[in-house]
């Protein structure tokens, strides 16, 4: 048995659906291949290369339109090959993976199609909306599975409308590894009493609906005795008009812009940190995996109300929630785990009791239930 996945993205890129997928597919017993396309235009020749073992080749875009990319090279090697495999994952919104599945599909009525949705993107295409959301209709109905991470996202879903499309969705939580094993003995409830340096901590792409602008801002308006010290990690194209923000508010001192970087030292920045802010503002955040890893170092989380799979991951138990585009209200919440002890302790322990909730193995094994 021989599986084609297609994350969108490359596997080394940081996060989202491409961390998903490396995530699932790596120490597993499958037989995969991985097809992704270039989402910065950047590359000018087709490349293979090896990631946990893990076999992938990566195709030029030769067309970006916002978040879609389009390859002519990946669509040929898709269509060339479908005969090679028995399964392909698809990852939605992906609109361009889906017209090249929905041809391969075609051509050999064999294959079974498995596609795991993380979001929509209607309201982001206004005017492509009725041929995308035709296109997600169509691969539905030639799909053998579908997966959804929550019950939240399957009634959020357009396509779910349909009894047809009900009755092949298969819910599978998703997961994250756990931290290594030099962080292991840091996973227990913390505390922020006597500390004389707050440290908050963001992780994600600098992109507008990360709503980063609005947890710096948050930070103009504390006026604390004790020192704060804000860390986001990620690159992106919002990072030049984030810098002349923190400019602008005289934070150079307090915010700082860690970009890319290792997983370790990711893991050092967390264990660190008190404070995990996710201030995102778009419900193109339709899940916010990277509370899972705030939880497993028992950071209480700060967040904003989307309505979706970010709140259902982590909700009162876990985080303080807050409208969109509310820097003040960030700001409350900061001082109010800062001043609550128990309030920020219950969040902290809360957070770990959930993360056992959201085992990889657990997650891995639903799909080679799927697959054998």
Known sequence: MKILCLPRAPLDYVGGIPAYCLNLYKDIDLNVDFYSYDINKGLRKKIIQYKHNLKET???????????????????????????????????????????????????PKI???????????????????????????????????????????????????????????????????????????????????????????IGRLVEYKGYEYSIKALKYLDLEIDLEYKIIGEGPLKNKLIDLIKKYNLKDKVYLLGHVSNEIKEEVLSQADIFLFPSISQSEAYGLVQLEAMHFGLPI???????????????????????????SIAISISKLISEQNIYENLSKNGLNNVSNYDLKDMKNSYLNIFI
Do not use: M
């Not at 206004?126 to 009634?155: A, R, V």
């Open 58 to 108: 990566i195709f030029p875009s030769n067309f970006i339109i916002g978040t879609i990319a389009i390859s002519f090279e990946y669509f040929y090697s898709i269509i060339k090959n479908q005969s090679k495999y028995e399964y392909i994952h698809l990852q939605l919104p992906d609109p361009f993976s889906v017209i090249c599945v929905l041809i391969a599909k075609i051509l050999n």
């Open 112 to 202: 079974k199609i498995i596609f795991t949705w993380h979001a929509e993107i209607y309201k982001k295409y206004i005017f492509l909306s009725p041929i995308l959301y035709l296109f997600d209709i169509l691969i539905s109905l030639l799909s053998y599975k579908i997966i959804f991470f929550t019950e939240g996202h399957i009634k959020r879903s357009s396509i779910c409308k349909f009894k047809f499309i009900r009755s092949k969705i298969k819910l599978i939580p998703c997961c994250i590894p756990k931290p290594s094993n030099k962080y292991k003995s840091l996973n227990n409830r913390k505390t922020i009493a006597n500390k004389k340096l707050i440290k908050l901590v963001s």
């Open 302 to 328: 700060i967040n904003t109300y989307l309505g979706n799979g970010v709140n259902y991951l982590a909700n009162k138990e876990t985080a303080i929630t807050c409208p969109i585009k509310d820097p003040q």
